[in-house]
């Protein structure tokens, strides 16, 4: 069986899905990142070496996401791309009509808005976490309960709390008012997700237009409440796909699958599951940039360097020693 793989690593999350020659999801597999980005890819390809059929062969990998060109590094990757253009074009091939993408991961968010199959626009958040799964999360832990026990709540509340604040910290202060007023816990939580719908939309959503159909994906999909608030919110219909979670590396897949036509993969094979990667960087001093330069090693081998803005930094790397 010719496989390809898709690799996207996060702040939060680290996932690979597997895909057939004819574009079928073969196997897939999601895990925290934990702020160790190599071991995490590492953990996810030995998942994948796991739940693939035996005869499988690897024919394209391509990394996406905030850690891609450190995936595409450690994994040999064949093509890296940016997390705007995998996720429009998993959305695409499950969902060709759709006109608006909202995706919503641990530590980032974006819009991304299609006409007539192409990307005409896109909005990321930037310094902001109060439209990110992160706010969510911290919110579920100040009121002492799961992630899943919070969606679940939320889906129970008829008369949600007006938590005011476009910051975490406004909004949650304005939770705990709310709570101190005897408010029910279930329309403090569907609040909270009220809230993160309103930041999210006039934030990353700023100056777009929202057409449906209206596709919603990344890791806070999972939230029913999230779903519920979008559709009060915008009166349309949001679909959720069923591998919501992972179509930045569905879409990582079947790029690679173009572009590997009849070429040799780069992949490292699955050895690397059990080698040691390690990551050091320099500061380049060549211009007043001062770029923060990285170079993966595996073993005592410097195997990729990335992260200056230009071609210069390439002759700082060589005159350091980068241990």
């Known amino acids: 069986m010719k496989v390809y793989l898709g690799i996207d690593v996060g702040s939060?999350?680290?996932?690979?899905?597997?895909?057939?020659?004819?574009?079928?999801?073969?196997?897939?597999?999601?895990?925290?990142?934990?702020?160790?980005?190599?071991?995490?890819?590492?953990?996810?390809?030995?998942?994948?070496?796991?739940?693939?059929?035996?005869?499988?062969?690897?024919?394209?990998?391509?990394a996406t996401g905030s850690a891609r060109h450190l995936a595409g590094a450690v994994a040999g990757a064949d093509l890296v791309k940016n997390e705007i253009t995998s996720q429009a074009?998993?959305?695409?091939?499950?969902?060709?009509?759709?006109?608006?993408?909202?995706?919503?991961?641990?530590?980032?968010?974006?819009?991304?808005?299609?006409?007539?199959?192409?990307?005409?626009?896109?909005?990321?958040?930037?310094?902001?976490?109060?439209?990110?799964?992160?706010?969510?999360?911290?919110?579920?832990?100040?009121?002492?309960?799961?992630?899943?026990?919070?969606?679940?709540?939320?889906?129970?509340?008829?008369?949600?709390?007006?938590?005011?604040?476009?910051?975490?910290?406004?909004?949650?202060?304005?939770?705990?008012?709310?709570?101190?007023?005897?408010?029910?816990?279930?329309?403090?939580?569907?609040?909270?997700?009220?809230t993160l719908v309103r930041n999210y939309l006039s934030n990353v959503g700023l100056g777009k237009e929202v057409k449906p159909p209206i596709v919603f994906q990344g890791g806070v999909a999972f939230n029913r409440g999230i779903v519920r608030a979008f559709k009060e919110e915008l009166g349309a219909e949001i679909i959720v796909p069923a591998h919501h979670q992972i179509m930045g590396a569905i879409g990582a897949a079947l790029l690679v699958q173009e572009e590997a036509r009849d070429k040799k993969s780069g992949f490292r094979g699955f050895a690397i599951c059990r080698q040691d990667f390690s990551v050091t960087s320099l500061e380049c001093d060549i211009c007043p940039c001062l770029c923060q330069v990285s170079r993966l090693w595996l073993d005592d081998e410097a195997i990729a360097d990335w992260g200056g803005r230009c071609q210069q930094w390439r002759e700082a790397v060589k005159s350091e020693v980068c241990r």
């Open 89 to 194: 074009v998993a959305t695409l091939h499950y969902y060709p009509d759709v006109q608006t993408i909202f995706e919503i991961g641990g530590q980032d968010s974006k819009i991304i808005i299609i006409r007539d199959g192409v990307v005409t626009d896109f909005g990321m958040n930037t310094v902001c976490a109060a439209g990110t799964g992160s706010f969510l999360d911290h919110q579920a832990q100040r009121l002492n309960m799961s992630i899943e026990r919070f969606s679940r709540l939320a889906m129970d509340s008829s008369t949600p709390s007006n938590i005011i604040g476009r910051c975490t910290v406004f909004a949650e202060s304005d939770m705990i008012h709310k709570q101190q007023s005897g408010c029910r816990i279930e329309d403090i939580v569907y609040g909270l997700c009220r």
């Open 12 to 62: 939060v999350s680290t996932k690979i899905a597997a895909l057939s020659e004819d574009k079928e999801l073969v196997c897939h597999t999601y895990l925290p990142t934990q702020g160790n980005p190599v071991a995490a890819i590492q953990q996810a390809l030995a998942d994948i070496e796991r739940l693939l059929p035996a005869d499988s062969s690897i024919e394209g990998v391509a």
